[in-house]
């Protein structure tokens, strides 16, 4: 290989990986009420398939069907969907839920499965082992004795935690290095702070 080139080759090499590097975080998605997690329909007609089809409001103006190709990617927050996919709930009616269903944000109702797939924040969060999302401002990254107080101690993007319960926009948890306290888990705005730390949890 003349040298020339091999100083290209290892000039674009550099330049890709500066670009991945470079590149942005997904936007946090806001938190809206809790999480559905819906399951592809294994035949046509069945409960899941009933539940993927969206309506602009309950039951009134079919918007057509939930695309699993075209839901939102929040593998980066809830881990791999292996079975059931995660989506984030605006809104409840009964058996009605409002959800955001595509990687552009768009929202429709669809009708709740009847096995317990919908769970509000306060009991999905209850008990997981979490982590902060990267990326955030550093006022985040901190850990206090109670909600909203001050002399908080910091933490770092891979400091890992396990929720004790939800109150208000605050989770009281404790650290890895069992350090209880209390941190947020949505931000002012109601975007989400914290996402799911899966190989914690297969420990």
Do not use: C
Not at 38 to 46: C, F, H, Q, V, W
Not at 144 to 151: A, D, N
Request: net charge neutral; no cysteine.
């Amino acid at each position: 290989m003349k040298p020339l080139t091999a100083i290209f080759i290892i000039l674009a090499f550099l330049s890709s990986v500066s670009a991945a590097a470079a590149a942005p975080l997904p936007m946090r998605p806001y938190a809206g009420i809790g999480i559905l997690m819906l399951s592809p329909a294994s035949e046509p007609g069945d409960t899941e398939s009933i539940s993927q089809r969206l309506y602009q409001e309950p039951a009134i103006l079919r918007q057509g069907e939930v695309d699993f190709s075209r839901v939102p990617d929040h593998e980066w927050i809830f881990g791999s969907a292996e079975v059931a996919y995660p989506l984030i709930v605006t809104a409840r009616r009964g058996n009605w839920l409002r959800v955001v269903y595509d990687d552009a944000g768009r929202e429709a109702w669809l009708m709740a499965p009847s096995r317990k797939g919908y769970r509000p924040w306060d009991e999905f969060l209850k008990g997981q082992a979490a982590r902060l999302l990267p990326g955030l401002r550093k006022q985040f990254y901190q850990i206090f004795r109670q909600p909203g107080g001050g002399g908080g101690a910091a933490l770092t993007g891979k400091s890992g935690f396990r929720i004790i319960r939800i109150e208000d926009d605050w989770a009281q948890v404790i650290t890895d290095q069992n350090n209880p306290g209390w941190l947020r888990w949505r931000d002012e705005d109601g975007r989400l702070l914290v996402g799911l730390d899966r190989a914690a949890q297969n420990h």
